[in-house]
């Protein structure tokens, strides 16, 4: 399954639930509206080149924590 368009994806990135897309045109990166989309960008976390993966993990653990999710984070990542 796709997962939300260029739109929906800018819009999500404004409002803080996406990561800004920092020049690629995609719009946001990591969008994570609800648990399934976070439990996706927990899985994807071993595609982010490894100087950004601490970004990208905050990001998630933030995501995590608006959604009241944290315990999905894995023990790894503390």
């Given at each position: 399954?796709?997962?939300?368009?260029?739109?929906?994806?800018?819009?999500?990135?404004?409002?803080?639930?996406?990561?800004?897309?920092?020049?690629?045109?995609?719009?946001?990166?990591?969008?994570?509206?609800?648990?399934?989309?976070?439990?996706?960008?927990?899985?994807?976390?071993?595609?982010?080149?490894?100087?950004?993966?601490?970004?990208?993990?905050?990001?998630?653990?933030?995501?995590?924590?608006?959604?009241?999710?944290?315990?999905?984070?894995p023990?790894?990542?503390?």
């Open positions: 399954m796709a997962g939300p368009s260029m739109p929906v994806r800018k819009n999500l990135a404004k409002q803080g639930k996406a990561l800004p897309d920092g020049g690629t045109g995609s719009g946001g990166r990591f969008p994570i509206r609800n648990e399934a989309d976070l439990k996706k960008a927990i899985q994807s976390i071993g595609r982010v080149k490894a100087g950004d993966r601490p970004k990208v993990i905050a990001f998630i653990k933030r995501r995590a924590a608006a959604l009241n999710l944290s315990a999905l984070i023990s790894s990542w503390s």
